[in-house]
């Protein structure tokens, strides 16, 4: 096996990751919807869809430690005589074992797709129990215009929001790839990333402390729908 079949194994696994990340997006998505009809055997079917995160974020999980495994193994290789390829996938098996061995199930609920899924259900049941569906569409309508737009801008970038992250330590959100960009950058400088909503004091935003919003993503996108049936209307 080349080096360069190596890389090309590692890219299809990271838009695997990619694709896991989506399903388990659309699985957040369906459980969302349950919680907020209320509808029977909603407890249960909820349940089961966790237990689907918690394998998705298990796959995804491998695919780290095995991307991370192939990397070392590979950049020892390199470093050594070209001929050590040959052993090249024993020991990335030998490690990877080793590694999995060590990890504990228990982290899981720790993967950032799966503490966005619990919270988006403890919020919608929240919700849920708190309003009437009524009185949740008459305050859309009511807020739509100006103060929920306020809420969907990013501060980074000035612009709707299309994957919100949720800051855990200060609450603030800002769009993924905004604030994933500006922490990797603050990293390089060797400095640490402060929150860019004005007035905030929390001088260290780390990649950990984000988790994805997903019930602000779908009023981001229910208030899309909207603005697009206003506009056909008027056409």
Same mark, same amino acid.
């Given at each position: 096996?080349?080096?360069?079949?190596?890389?090309?194994?590692?890219?299809? @696994? !990271?838009?695997?990751?990619?694709?896991?990340?989506?399903? /388990?997006?659309?699985?957040?998505?369906?459980?969302?919807? $349950?919680?907020?009809?209320?509808?029977?055997?909603?407890? +249960?079917?909820?349940?089961? /869809?966790?237990? /689907?995160?918690?394998?998705?974020?298990?796959?995804?999980?491998?695919?780290?430690?095995?991307?991370?495994?192939?990397?070392?193994?590979?950049?020892?290789?390199?470093?050594?005589?070209?001929?050590?390829?040959?052993n090249l996938s024993a020991k990335v098996e030998e490690q990877?074992?080793?590694?999995?061995?060590?990890? =504990?199930? =228990?982290?899981?609920?720790?993967?950032?797709?799966?503490?966005?899924?619990?919270?988006?259900?403890?919020?919608?049941?929240?919700?849920?129990?708190?309003?009437?569906?009524?009185?949740?569409?008459?305050?859309?309508?009511?807020?739509?215009? +100006?103060?929920?737009?306020?809420?969907?801008?990013?501060? @980074?970038?000035?612009?709707?929001?299309?994957? *919100? /992250?949720?800051?855990?330590?200060?609450?603030?959100?800002?769009?993924e790839e905004a604030i994933l960009n500006l922490i990797r950058?603050?990293?390089?400088?060797? !400095?640490?990333?402060?929150? *860019?909503?004005?007035?905030c004091g929390n001088s260290d935003v780390k990649e950990s402390?984000?988790?994805?919003?997903?019930? $602000?993503?779908?009023?981001?996108?229910?208030?899309?729908?909207?603005?697009?049936?206003?506009?056909?209307?008027? $056409?």
């Amino acid at each position: 096996m080349s080096l360069k079949a190596v890389d090309g194994i590692l890219s299809s @696994l !990271k838009s695997c990751q990619t694709e896991i990340g989506t399903g /388990m997006d659309i699985v957040t998505d369906v459980a969302i919807d $349950l919680a907020e009809a209320q509808d029977e055997g909603m407890n +249960s079917s909820i349940k089961e /869809m966790e237990a /689907m995160i918690l394998e998705c974020a298990k796959l995804d999980r491998e695919i780290d430690v095995f991307i991370d495994v192939v990397q070392q193994a590979t950049a020892e290789v390199t470093a050594q005589n070209p001929e050590a390829i040959f052993n090249l996938s024993a020991k990335v098996e030998e490690q990877f074992k080793q590694t999995i061995a060590r990890l =504990a199930d =228990a982290d899981l609920h720790n993967h950032q797709k799966v503490a966005a899924f619990k919270e988006s259900i403890e919020n919608s049941l929240h919700q849920a129990n708190q309003e009437s569906a009524e009185n949740l569409e008459v305050l859309d309508e009511d807020i739509a215009v +100006s103060q929920t737009q306020e809420n969907f801008t990013c501060p @980074l970038t000035q612009v709707e929001m299309v994957n *919100p /992250m949720k800051n855990k330590k200060c609450n603030h959100h800002y769009d993924e790839e905004a604030i994933l960009n500006l922490i990797r950058n603050k990293r390089k400088q060797k !400095k640490k990333c402060r929150c *860019p909503v004005v007035g905030c004091g929390n001088s260290d935003v780390k990649e950990s402390d984000l988790i994805p919003d997903q019930i $602000l993503r779908r009023r981001i996108q229910r208030q899309k729908g909207q603005v697009n049936k206003t506009s056909f209307a008027t $056409l």
